[in-house]
């Protein structure tokens, strides 16, 4: 079971779309769990983002012993050391992953919001970070959703599934 838990307030309508969509998805079983606060330490003044260490922190102290993976939502900008942004984080072969919400917005960018393209872009990087738990490495065939995303175009560009090579790799 995959257990979607956001992390501080996350819109409501991303979370139930979500669910359902996660359940139609690789014959995957997910459910939303309660909403966890936004970590108290780990939130960087200077660049007004949170250190995905702290996030990851804060998913790991989730006691939740039927949950195969985690993975949290986070509407909060982050980052990791040596890189400005992360869309989101997993460790291979862990159980916790996140996504972060406010980049993949078209109105981050100053353009118009486009609900539809905000949800599709937070499923392909669900399921990036969910490869990556189930010891998925970034891929280097196009249109892959493990396709590493250094931009948002790099998410538009690939799909939300598998290539043949990741598929086969994933456990069954």
């Not at 804060?58 to 982050?78: F, S």
């Not at 406010?102 to 399921?127: A, C």
């Not at 065939?141 to 598929?167: H, I, N, W, Y």
Request: glycine share 6%; aromatic share 8%; with cysteine.
């Amino acid at each position: 079971m995959i257990l979607l838990v956001p992390i501080g307030p996350v819109p409501i309508y991303v979370i139930s779309w979500l669910e359902d969509k996660l359940n139609d998805f690789e014959n995957l079983e997910a459910k939303v769990g309660k909403a966890v606060p936004l970590p108290r330490t780990g939130y960087d003044k200077e660049r007004q983002q949170f250190e995905a260490e702290a996030v990851s922190q804060t998913l790991q102290a989730i006691q939740c012993p039927e949950a195969e993976r985690i993975v949290g939502l986070l509407d909060q900008d982050c980052y990791s050391p040596g890189l400005n942004f992360i869309f989101g984080q997993a460790d291979i072969n862990g159980r916790e992953a996140f996504v972060v919400l406010p980049r993949l917005r078209q109105n981050f960018y100053g353009l118009e919001e486009d609900k539809n393209l905000f949800k599709q872009r937070i499923l392909k990087e669900i399921v990036h970070e969910l490869g990556h738990t189930w010891g998925l490495p970034h891929c280097d065939q196009p249109g892959c959703v493990m396709l590493f995303s250094d931009s948002l175009r790099d998410t538009d560009d690939k799909s939300a599934e598998f290539c043949p090579r990741c598929r086969e790799k994933l456990p069954h």
